[in-house]
C-alpha cells in the first residue's frame, strides 16, 4: 500500500542503538498501592525482557505521587520495592516542580531519585514518547 511504514521501522523507534527496549512508566497519583504495583511491574518486567541489560526503563514521577517517598512517611514495602528496581540500575527521576510545590527536594525523599530531565514533568513524559519509549501507567 503507498504511503504506509513498514512495521519493523517503528518497532525500531523502540530499541536503543544497542537494542534494549526503551519503555516509559508514569507515576503521578496518591494511592501507595498503585506505585507499589508499579515498582513490583518495573521489577518484573525487567526479568522479562532477560535482564537489565535488555531494557531501557524511565520512570517519571510527578504530583502527588511524590508525597509516596517522603523519607519520613514512605511506606517501607514500597521502600523496598523502590530499592529493587534501583539496584537493578533503573534511575527514576522526579519532577523539579512537583519538589518545588510540595516542598520536598531531594534530600527529603527516600535515595536514589535524580530531577527530572526537563522541570515539568509531563513534558519530559512527552519528549520520552517522542524518542520512542513506550508509554505504561500503573
Known amino acids: 500500500m503507498a504511503g504506509t511504514v513498514p512495521a519493523q521501522a517503528g518497532a525500531d523507534n523502540h530499541r536503543t542503538?544497542?537494542?534494549?527496549?526503551?519503555v516509559l512508566y508514569h507515576?503521578?497519583?496518591s494511592d501507595v498501592g498503585t506505585a507499589k504495583y508499579?515498582?513490583?511491574l518495573?521489577?518484573?518486567?525487567?526479568?522479562?525482557?532477560?535482564?537489565?541489560?535488555?531494557i531501557d526503563?524511565?520512570?517519571?514521577?510527578?504530583?502527588p505521587a511524590l508525597m509516596l517517598f517522603d523519607k519520613e512517611t514512605v511506606d517501607p514495602a514500597?521502600?523496598?520495592k523502590l530499592k529493587a528496581v534501583l539496584d537493578k540500575g533503573v534511575e527514576p527521576e522526579?519532577?523539579?516542580v512537583s519538589m518545588k510545590l510540595f516542598d520536598r527536594p531531594l534530600d527529603k525523599l527516600t535515595p536514589g531519585f535524580q530531577p527530572t530531565a526537563h522541570p515539568v514533568a509531563v513534558k519530559r513524559i512527552a519528549d520520552l514518547q517522542?524518542?520512542?519509549?513506550?508509554y505504561i501507567k500503573p
Open 17 to 22: 542503538p544497542d537494542g534494549k527496549l526503551k
Open 27 to 29: 507515576i503521578d497519583g
Open 38 to 40: 508499579a515498582m513490583a
Open 42 to 54: 518495573i521489577n518484573k518486567h525487567i526479568e522479562a525482557e532477560g535482564g537489565p541489560d535488555k
Open 57 to 63: 526503563i524511565k520512570v517519571v514521577v510527578h504530583g
Open 78 to 80: 514500597l521502600k523496598a
Open 94 to 96: 522526579m519532577c523539579q
Open 130 to 134: 517522542e524518542q520512542g519509549y513506550l
